[in-house]
């Protein structure tokens, strides 16, 4: 066996006895060896690429980049396609042979397994396992992240952490949080959670839609249907339904108005008196629910003191509640910015840039970018960037607000979590920004984009508040639990236990599928424990931690316990599974894809799950109690950390 071979056995074995939780967190960046403890498949990349190099006259580096996973264990823990390293086709199967019949013996993998033009490499069980399970118990819910991939600099450290801002959620006030800001809210979460895991600083962006002339027909309706008990109590509703009263108002006004300027276009045309017509239009308009919001938000716009209190109290009322419920869903923000927040100077300068610069140009007194011109941006459009009567639009304050977030926070990349509807919209101001001459700003963002829920709607009705979704699921994961009255009754808290339950259920069922996918919400499929769902999730965490109680050992036995003894293939395999969650996260930052990790979670609970007959805990010999114990407890650790990267709260009892 070779130098190398030897000496990468020790570094797997030398890993399992020192690097413990607390340690982690201070591991030497400059090292390798360190950091592939934080990644045992990267690891066993290092040492197969190093050992093939000089027998396949390839560079380790493009070996390593292309060992990748399998899809199933019968076809080995890593595979190497031939042809990828840049070998002719007709020679890609005699290499392959070749390669493998030449690879020296190793202490952590195998003899290769040729199969056509692919080289399949079988981790040996035995170190393994011991370098997987005792790392799970001493890193604990630090398995899985890696420090290295946020830094700026891998060489040098002291240059300190990438940075990523992630804009998500972003509901409008004073009305639903409707399906696709509970997408974005959903997917944000687990985008930031991801970046904290490989060791990026994190700031977590709330986009708020929270100024307009609608604030001013909200501040005429509160003067109408306002009731400041209401508020207080329930400020999102209660705010909701004035804005539903004072439209049933508004709207029947706004329809005379269009009906009667509509009779005097064609009494226009027929060149006939439209005097008396002209003052009516003038007089309704005057009086108008709408006029009274529009002179509202001009005083708004103006800076009025007594307009602006009542909209930054809607606004803070509303910021309060919507807190309660993001901390329901693990979730909370560094920034509860919103259009409301980028200055009206910012705007005009982002506007007199375009200007200055060619980009803008006048169109019938509006201001447009005219992006059709180049043959490279014609699918974007043209983009109005100021209306004519001089008010700013959506585009000019994202604009405004991109620019303004690279200056507070310096970031490394910017990220939309928003629905593809708004592709073109961010596109366009992605683009805009580079013309303007801000390519590095325009460089750093990325729009994540999301497809639509369908069918989401509460029991009593269809206003789609979030609140109301959480509630309607908790109460029917709490009538499922009552099915079962004997664990329901060993439950501490049942209804907490069961809002839980109703948030996993809503989560779950949104992350399954690929984000572009649209998805049908259904109620009585979330809510199943049979199949890929929340509650199954749940049920597979809750069913371990049962284990653990029945088993009644501590930490020093598991600590102690004789790995040799997990001999089985359901064991084996199972180790095999643990040992690429290091890797599944790291793959997942390629991917921004929950699925990527929800997939890998569903498939370690299968294999738990048909696990439980073969490697009883209960009633087995002390040693291989222990043994059984310890495997268990670190699928367990690595279900919960699983759970948690996704935003999910794992419940110990259900």
Request: net charge neutral.
């Amino acid at each position: 066996m070779s130098t190398k071979s030897k000496t990468e056995s020790s570094v797997a074995e030398s890993n399992v006895g020192h690097v413990s939780a607390s340690e982690k967190g201070n591991l030497d960046p400059q090292d390798p060896a360190a950091f592939e403890a934080s990644n045992p498949v990267a690891m066993y990349r290092s040492h197969i690429s190093e050992l093939l190099a000089p027998i396949a006259k390839k560079p380790a580096k493009d070996i390593y980049d292309r060992l990748s996973w399998t899809q199933t264990f019968d076809k080995g823990d890593l595979g190497l396609a031939v042809p990828s390293l840049r070998v002719p086709p007709k020679e890609a199967s005699a290499k392959a042979a070749e390669w493998a019949a030449n690879f020296p013996l190793s202490d952590l993998v195998e003899k290769p397994v040729v199969a056509g033009t692919f080289i399949q490499f079988f981790f040996k069980p035995q170190p393994l396992t011991k370098l997987i399970v005792r790392s799970i118990l001493r890193e604990k819910k630090l398995f899985g992240t890696n420090p290295k991939l946020g830094l700026r600099d891998e060489s040098d450290p002291s240059k300190g952490k990438k940075r990523v801002v992630i804009d998500f959620s972003s509901p409008n006030i004073a009305k639903p949080f409707h399906a696709g800001h509970l997408r974005s809210t959903i997917i944000g979460g687990f985008l930031a959670n991801l970046y904290e895991a490989a060791g990026w600083d994190v700031v977590r962006v709330n986009y708020l839609g929270d100024w307009g002339r609608q604030f001013g027909l909200l501040a005429e309706a509160y003067r109408m249907y306002g009731s400041e008990e209401k508020l207080e109590q329930d400020p999102i509703g209660h705010l909701f339904d004035i804005y539903v009263e004072v439209n049933k108002v508004s709207k029947p006004e706004e329809d005379e108005i269009k009906e009667k300027k509509e009779h005097l276009e064609k009494l226009a045309a027929d060149k006939k008196d439209t005097t008396e017509l002209e003052k009516e239009i003038e007089l309704l308009e005057s009086k108008s629910v709408n006029e009274k919001a529009r002179q509202y938000f001009k005083r708004m716009e103006n800076g009025d003191p007594d307009a602006l209190a009542t909209w930054k109290r809607f606004r803070d009322l509303s910021i309060e509640r919507y807190k309660k419920t993001y901390a329901r869903l693990n979730i909370h923000y560094d920034s509860y910015s919103g259009e409301s927040q980028v200055e009206k100077e910012r705007m005009d300068r982002a506007t007199e840039q375009l200007e200055k610069s060619g980009v803008s140009e006048d169109s019938r007194g509006a201001v447009i970018v005219d992006l059709t011109k180049n043959p490279k941006t014609k699918s974007l459009g043209k983009a109005l960037v100021r209306k004519r009567d001089g008010s700013s639009l959506y585009l000019t304050r994202d604009i405004g607000e991109a620019v303004k977030r690279c200056e507070l926070y310096d970031p490394d990349k910017l990220i939309y979590v928003v629905a593809t509807q708004q592709d073109l919209h961010l596109a366009q101001s992605f683009k805009i920004l580079e013309l303007m001459g801000h390519q590095d700003i325009a460089e750093k963002c990325q729009h994540v984009k999301f497809g639509m829920v369908q069918g989401m709607s509460t029991r009593k009705g269809t206003v789609k508040f979030l609140d109301d979704i959480l509630r309607d699921v908790g109460d029917k994961m709490h009538e499922v639990m009552k099915g079962n009255e004997k664990k329901y009754q060993q439950v501490e808290d049942p209804e907490q236990t069961a809002d839980t339950l109703g948030i996993t259920a809503v989560m779950v069922q949104d992350m399954t599928g690929k984000r572009i996918n649209n998805y049908e919400f259904s109620l009585e499929r979330m809510t199943s424990f049979e199949g890929d769902t929340g509650p199954y999730l749940q049920y597979a965490h809750a069913r371990l931690c049962s284990i653990t109680r029945k088993a009644g050992l501590t930490a020093e036995d598991l600590e102690a316990a004789d790995l040799s003894l997990l001999q089985e293939s359901h064991a084996i395999n199972l180790v095999r599974a643990l040992s690429s969650w290091p890797d599944v996260v790291q793959n997942t930052l390629k991917t921004q894809e929950p699925v990527t990790v929800l997939s890998y979670l569903f498939k370690m609970t299968h294999m738990l799950s048909s696990s439980y007959d073969v490697l009883q805990v209960v009633g087995s010999e002390p040693e291989t109690k222990k043994a059984r114990m310890a495997l268990y407890e670190a699928a367990r650790q690595v279900l919960n950390n699983g759970m948690k990267l996704l935003g999910l709260s794992p419940v110990e009892r259900m």
